[in-house]
């Protein structure tokens, strides 16, 4: 990670009040918002976990769809203006509260027995958040998802396919570090995720699609 979650909440606690406009003017983020939505299709029965909510672009699309949506976010700033955002639009079934990708502050696997309201996780959504962690980083925080046992899980992100331009980045390289697909991909496996869409929106933006997988994402020998 090149800055620490401290450094990036405050950046952007600094930038809430005009994320919305900025990311909105750009065809990829808007790109990967409706196919991630697209993609998570959630049931009336399915409680969400959107990690990196920000200002709930992705969970409050997905809300009226959902038992519930319970958003994650490291920037208070952010998550203010996704609860105001629900409050106007009248959204009840929506909670957002801190949580990192490694630490999603949902419960475990264990207490959702207890407590299937509070721990319980159907689906996992992400856009645009986890190319801010570094490869390493990356793998754990998926190990993380993988060990909430959602069903399906939806990454939306700054993603490299293939030899992408490096003098000519569409992102930020002083505090992004974006990975390749393939890395992505692996990790997915690894955890136990069997890759089942992948969507270039440009060939520095994606969103992956990954299933749960009966024998832990690998074929199993003959």
Known sequence: MKKTIDEHAARFDSIAGEYDDSQNETEEYRACVSLVVEHAAPTPEDVVLDLGCGTGAIGLSLADSAKRVLG???????????????????????????????????????????????????????????????????????????????????LGDVMLFGDSDAENPLYSPEVDDPATVGLLADALTDAGFALTAVEMVHEQFGVLVAERSPNGGRDVPE
């Open 72 to 154: 994650r976010d490291v920037s208070e700033g952010m998550m203010d203006q996704a609860r105001e955002k629900a409050r106007e639009a009248g959204i009840e079934n929506v909670e957002f509260e801190y949580g990192t990708f490694r630490e999603p502050n949902v419960g475990s696997a264990e207490t959702a027995r207890v407590d299937a309201r509070d721990a319980r996780v159907d689906i996992v959504v992400s856009n645009f958040a986890m190319h801010h962690l570094a490869d390493a980083e990356k793998r754990e925080a998926i190990h993380a998802i993988a060990a909430l046992n959602p069903r399906r899980f939806v």
